[in-house]
């Protein structure tokens, strides 16, 4: 005789909420504004991640450069053939803050345009994780929905915002924690709430530990930084996290 489950009870009539993890690549040239005249993260580390993505079942969204789309468009296709999401990084990662508005606005609407012309794109970053409110119209009147500029580990995270039609999904986390050995980055993971919002550059996983770069831009780069991601996709996994692309958060 099959055995019936318990009825729940109240506290169990309701399942825990999933917890989201978006990993997002921002796709771009090398340790900008250090090494940006290379390509050595889309030419040899972003192959590695698709490969990573695929094996772990991940569904990335991608902040591109209008730049990286033009150099490298093989580089954009084969990530939307995985099925991965398409998102905008301005034109040539220069920081939005020492812009102004019309410039702000050419690199906004170049950067769309070179961009959905291979997929609909929605969602936003800017470079360095730095853009002024005052340019937040900028991205409505270019028809993005989701912008995830800001940053929970920023002072500026804590600044007033202006009101917006679009959905504002900060980061989480710098990038160089996923980087540190696990007996220091897991206990930091574990504190972060839905939705968790992750990123990663190409060149992470290319060797940069003898290049002349800041500490946190080099160190454990390259098969190091590969299998540390790997092991953090594991360890959400383990905890029934769900990876999301940021257009799901948005909607």
């Known amino acids: 005789m099959p055995i019936r489950p318990a009825a ?3 506290s169990q009539s309701r399942p825990a909420a ?3 993890v978006a990993l997002t690549v921002d796709f771009e040239p090398d340790c900008p504004p250090y090494l ?5 993260g889309i030419e040899h580390g972003a192959p590695r991640l698709l490969e990573l993505f695929a094996d772990t079942g991940v569904r990335a969204t991608y902040f591109t450069t209008g730049e990286v789309a033009e150099r490298y468009p093989a580089a954009v296709r084969a990530l939307l053939a995985e099925g991965h999401e398409l998102g905008c990084h301005g034109v040539t990662h220069t920081a939005f803050d020492r812009m102004d508005e019309a410039t702000a606005r050419w690199e906004i ?10 997929a609909p794109v929605t969602s936003f970053r800017a470079p360095y994780l730095r853009f002024p409110e005052a340019y937040v119209p900028l991205l409505e009147q270019a028809g993005f929905a989701l912008d ?11 600044a007033p915002r202006r009101s917006t039609t679009l959905s504002r999904i900060p980061a989480s986390m710098t990038s160089s924690v996923l980087r540190l050995p696990a007996w220091v980055r897991e206990p930091w993971l574990a504190t972060l709430r839905d939705p968790v919002v992750l990123f990663v ?3 992470e996983f290319v060797d940069l530990t003898r290049e002349r770069l800041r500490y946190d831009c080099r160190f454990r780069t390259g098969d190091v930084a590969l299998r540390c991601l790997r092991d953090v996709i594991g360890g959400f996994a383990r905890r029934g996290a769900t990876f999301v692309a940021m257009r799901d958060l948005a909607a």
């Open 8 to 10: 729940p009870t109240s």
């Open 18 to 20: 999933t917890l989201r």
């Open 36 to 40: 940006s005249s290379t390509f050595r």
């Open 109 to 118: 609407e170049h950067s769309a345009r070179v961009l959905r012309d291979f």
């Open 148 to 158: 995830s500029s800001l940053a929970k580990y920023k002072r500026s995270y804590h």
């Open 201 to 203: 550059h190409p060149w």
